[in-house]
């Protein structure tokens, strides 16, 4: 019978890089460090891009050490999930200079500063692209991240509401921003500030029901917005159907909100409950706001299969008009990556800074 050690490079490097992060850490701690084995194992580690971490260094220091000299300037993406004070310290005492995507799950019951966290993960992380953050950050230093594409604060535990309309504005000024995500927590400024320093460059929202009624006022300031997408993921409330003006954005709004913005071609809206009331506005008005559009407008309504074909078909009819499209069909809004509250989507100013110099 063939032994391990007598395994070709190639075979060895097959089988560890099966196990998992635990599993190879085991190996490697069983394993001398001068065998082939071990030298497998730190190998494996620099061709892996990607790793989520938790608990598998707990009282292995020693090999943490190691793991962060193998995976420093290789590694691209990462989930950082609470970790110790002792063992995050040990990532700060590294540079990578390649990571681009960072998920950090910081500890909310945790007594010492969160915002050194984030300074920490800027200094040995100065690259990212995209970064989410959870626990209790008070975003002091995300702004550094020059470089950053999509900023995910939707699970954070310290909310917008702490920050100041300068901060705010200072995260949406980022060059590079395409993505933003933020719980929803009320906020007495976040549309207003929005509107202020980025309105002619959102082109996308993403909202849930339970924040439209405060949204849709703002949503028309914003002349270059072009997809929309209302959720409701509580459409059932102890199993019975909830009363039809809790589950349905009011609808007056959402038609001024098409009226208002022209470049508006796409709505997604989940657990419609398809009733006469879903069109309850006046229909002159309707058609009206539909002939003043010189694009057609898209409208996915999701199928929850608590109605037949024939609510489809009468809704359908109703407002039937060649400047509109309605869809039925289900489509899957819980593949969007914030869990609650906003997702704005934006034109980066470095973009529109290109453009410029090169009409000039």
């Not at 001068?34 to 891009?49: D, E, F, G």
């Not at 400024?189 to 996308?204: K, M, T």
């Not at 954005?249 to 009733?275: F, N, R, T, Y």
């Not at 489809?312 to 499209?325: N, V």
Request: aromatic content about 10%.
């Amino acid at each position: 019978m063939t032994c391990i050690v007598d395994l070709t490079n190639e075979c060895l490097l097959q089988i560890v890089g099966y196990l998992d992060l635990k599993d190879q850490l085991n190996l490697k701690q069983a394993t001398d460090s001068a065998t082939r084995l071990s030298s497998m194992v730190a190998y494996a580690w620099r061709l892996q891009k990607k790793f989520h971490v938790y608990k598998e260094f707990e009282k292995r220091h020693d090999l943490l050490e190691d793991f962060l000299k193998c995976i420093c300037s290789s590694v691209t993406g990462l989930i950082l999930n609470q970790l110790p004070k002792e063992q995050f310290d040990l990532w700060g005492n590294n540079v990578f200079p390649n990571m681009r995507e960072l998920e950090y799950r910081g500890d909310i019951l945790k007594r010492w500063d969160d915002d050194q966290d984030c300074e920490l993960l800027v200094n040995a992380f100065p690259r990212l692209e995209s970064v989410s953050l959870s626990g209790n950050n008070f975003g002091k230093h995300i702004s550094r991240w020059e470089n950053l594409r999509r900023l995910d604060l939707s699970r954070n535990e310290i909310t917008l509401d702490y920050l100041s309309q300068e901060k705010i504005a200072q995260l949406l000024m980022l060059p590079k921003l395409r993505k933003f995500c933020i719980n929803n927590l009320d906020n007495p400024y976040f549309w207003s500030v929005i509107h202020r320093v980025r309105g002619e460059d959102v082109l996308a929202v993403t909202l849930y029901d339970d924040d439209w009624r405060s949204s849709s006022e703002t949503l028309k300031m914003f002349p270059n917005l072009r997809s929309l997408t209302i959720i409701d993921d509580n459409y059932f409330d102890h199993s019975e159907l909830r009363k039809f003006n809790n589950v349905w954005p009011e609808i007056e709004g959402m038609w001024k909100v098409i009226a208002a913005c022209h470049q508006l071609a796409d709505i997604k809206l989940s657990e419609l409950a398809l009733k006469e009331e879903l069109l309850a506005f006046n229909m002159d008005t309707i058609k009206r706001i539909l002939d003043a559009r010189k694009t057609p407008l898209v409208v996915h309504m999701g199928q929850t299969g608590f109605f037949g074909k024939t609510d489809y078909i009468s809704l359908s009819e109703k407002i039937e008009h060649p400047k509109l499209k309605l869809h039925f069909h289900p489509w899957n809004y819980k593949s969007i990556e914030s869990a609650e509250g906003y997702i704005v989507e934006l034109v980066p100013l470095a973009s529109k800074k290109i453009i410029r110099l090169n009409n000039k």
